[in-house]
């Protein structure tokens, strides 16, 4: 009998970029560390809608903070770009390094930022995470051949229904007439983070190798682009602590600490797992959107954090080798 799959791919790539075990006594590759990766994801990730709502509210552009998101991270992380090898692209190469900035770079933040000029923070802090967490899994079942067990189901389950739950006042109680398009903007903008999500999984890449080249790559091209098209009388106009805290928390935080904090968490637990975080960013943005935007969470809400969270505890907790080991797992995709 071959080795389980999934199993296969959890195991540490004997490459040259494979990370180091242990980091100043604190053991990286273990399910720990993974996990707290991907609460980095979470909270970052939350606090990054929030305040793009709030830039969008006070009259910033989609490109504006794209444009502080890589600016700030290509600055922070192209040290570690000319280390690693800026020719080779940190020993990535340049067709996967054009895959992930693909899926990763300006594409991916610009029609998630803009779908705020046409929706709320509810549309876009659910859709965003719970398609992500769809079209992740769907891929990983196909291309990567990862075998899902009950227990992941049934965790995914409930943090969709608290999904929807944590949504309901945000897509019924105040329709717009253009909310849809905001909607799809934040549906595309997830497709190719999935993408993304995947790509490092099966490539097995090192995260802080990945997003340096992502980050530094787009910082020009973006650079040009808002040259072209906006223009830096604009950005001479907006405040300049806005841009500085945009900037901290758009490049900072979630562009480099959170991004490779969920790096590092799919190549610890599987994207499969790793995907479970992105979902619970609705119940943290909520909570987060309190003291930033002032809104008080409904009853429906509140019982959807609680669905969220227990979802993501019993999903997370019920993927262990011993559970792996009974065989008690759902294959999408099987293969003859």
């Not at 993304?196 to 980050?215: D, K, M, N, P, Y």
């Amino acid at each position: 009998m071959s080795a389980d799959p999934l199993l296969t791919i959890a195991a540490p790539a004997p490459s040259a970029q494979a990370p180091s075990d242990r980091w100043f006594g604190i053991d990286t590759g273990g399910e720990p560390f993974g996990l707290f990766c991907g609460c980095l994801l979470a909270i970052s990730a939350s606090v990054s809608f929030a305040w793009s709502r709030v830039g969008i509210l006070s009259g910033m552009l989609p490109a504006d903070l794209t444009l502080l998101r890589f600016g700030v991270a290509g600055l922070i992380l192209l040290p570690v770009l000319l280390r690693f090898g800026i020719l080779s692209l940190a020993g990535i190469g340049w067709p996967r390094g054009l895959a992930l900035l693909v899926t990763g770079g300006p594409l991916f933040i610009l029609p998630q930022a803009a779908g705020y000029i046409y929706a709320p923070l509810a549309h876009g802090g659910v859709i965003a995470p719970s398609t992500v967490t769809i079209f992740s899994t769907i891929m990983a079942a196909a291309f990567l051949g990862e075998r899902l067990s009950k227990a992941h189901v049934v965790g995914a389950c409930m943090v969709i229904a608290g999904i929807v739950l944590i949504s309901w006042h945000g897509l019924y109680a105040t329709p717009g007439s253009r909310t849809w398009i905001g909607d799809l903007l934040f549906v595309g903008s997830s497709t190719l983070w999935a993408g993304f999500t995947v790509l490092v999984r099966l490539w097995r890449l090192e995260a802080l190798r990945a997003i340096a080249v992502v980050s530094v790559l787009s910082a020009p091209l973006m650079a040009l682009g808002y040259l072209a098209f906006v223009g830096l009388p604009h950005l001479r106009g907006l405040p300049t602590g806005s841009l500085i805290v945009q900037g901290l928390l758009q490049g900072g935080l979630q562009g480099v600490v959170g991004i490779v904090g969920y790096s590092h968490a799919i190549r610890v637990l599987g994207v499969s797992r790793a995907v479970l975080f992105p979902a619970s960013v609705p119940a943290v943005s909520i909570l987060i959107g309190i003291p930033i935007l002032g809104e008080i969470p409904t009853v429906e809400q509140i019982t959807g954090v609680v669905l969220v969270t227990a979802g993501l505890v019993y999903a997370v907790g019920a993927f262990n080798r011993r559970q792996r080991s009974k065989g008690e797992s759902i294959d999408l995709f099987p293969r003859s």
